[in-house]
Every structure is written in structure tokens, then in C-alpha cells.
Nanobody, 125 residues
Framework: QVQLVESGGGSVQAGDSLRLSCAAS????????MGWFRQAPGKEREFLAA????????PYANSVKGRFTISRDNAKNTVYLQMNSLKPEDTAVYYC??????????????????WGQGTQVTVSS
């Protein structure tokens, strides 16, 4: 059974950087579109970025474009989210997700079939 495990969260100061990782078990990682989302207390889950199976297509939310970078290493079954210039409003639980069947990366959470457990990111001013 495929599982996703996020890591790399923590508490940082505004302006700092973090890199989140999401490791997938199983052999079919290359077949998944991967996405990163976040959810702050009292708010809906928010799309951040997604990456196509070969890494060529990487849509971003406007709120993180230019600051966050998604990438994947199919040999390591891992997707990353490099987060630079972090702001207090980036504080949230961050989730990775796998889409097994879509043709293109999507922003809608309902398109994703499998979710990790989340990792907390806290940015203080």
C-alpha cells in the first residue's frame, strides 16, 4: 500500500527558508502527479504547487509563485517543496498529495487520491 510521509517542517523566522520532503513508498511513484497543499487553522486547504510525472509542468498558486519551488526525484520516490522568503502568513500544516489518474497537475484537492499526514511550518515575525 502506498504511503506518503512528509518531513522538513519546523519553526523559523520571517525571511528564512525551509525545504519540505515527501517520500512515497511503493514502485509507482513515477506514475503519480504530486501536489503540495497547506491548511491554516480555521481555513480551507490551499493549493500551493503541483508537478507532472516527468517534472516538466509545475503550476503554482499566486500566493507562493516566485518564493516556493516544487521538484521531484523519481529515483528517490520523493517530491520537494523549497520555500524561501517565508512570511508569518505561511504558517500552516503542509501536506503532500498524489494524483493517480489525472493527465495534468490540478489545483483542486478532490483530484488527489492519497495524502500524507502533514508537517507543521511556523513562521514568526
Amino acid at each position: 500500500q502506498v504511503q506518503l510521509v512528509e518531513s522538513g517542517g519546523g519553526s523559523v523566522q520571517a525571511g528564512d527558508s525551509l525545504r519540505l520532503s515527501c517520500a512515497a513508498s511503493g514502485r509507482a511513484f513515477i506514475n503519480y502527479i504530486m501536489g503540495w497543499f497547506r491548511q491554516a487553522p480555521g481555513k480551507e486547504r490551499e493549493f500551493l504547487a503541483a508537478i507532472s510525472r516527468n517534472g516538466a509542468n509545475t503550476p503554482y498558486a499566486n500566493s507562493v509563485k516566485g518564493r516556493f519551488t516544487i521538484s521531484r526525484d523519481n529515483a528517490k520516490n520523493t517530491v520537494y517543496l523549497q520555500m524561501n522568503s517565508l512570511k508569518p502568513e505561511d504558517t500552516a500544516v503542509y501536506y503532500c498529495a498524489a494524483d493517480f489518474s489525472s493527465a495534468w497537475p490540478a489545483a483542486q484537492p478532490r483530484r488527489y487520491d492519497l495524502w500524507g499526514q502533514g508537517t507543521q511550518v511556523t513562521v514568526s515575525s
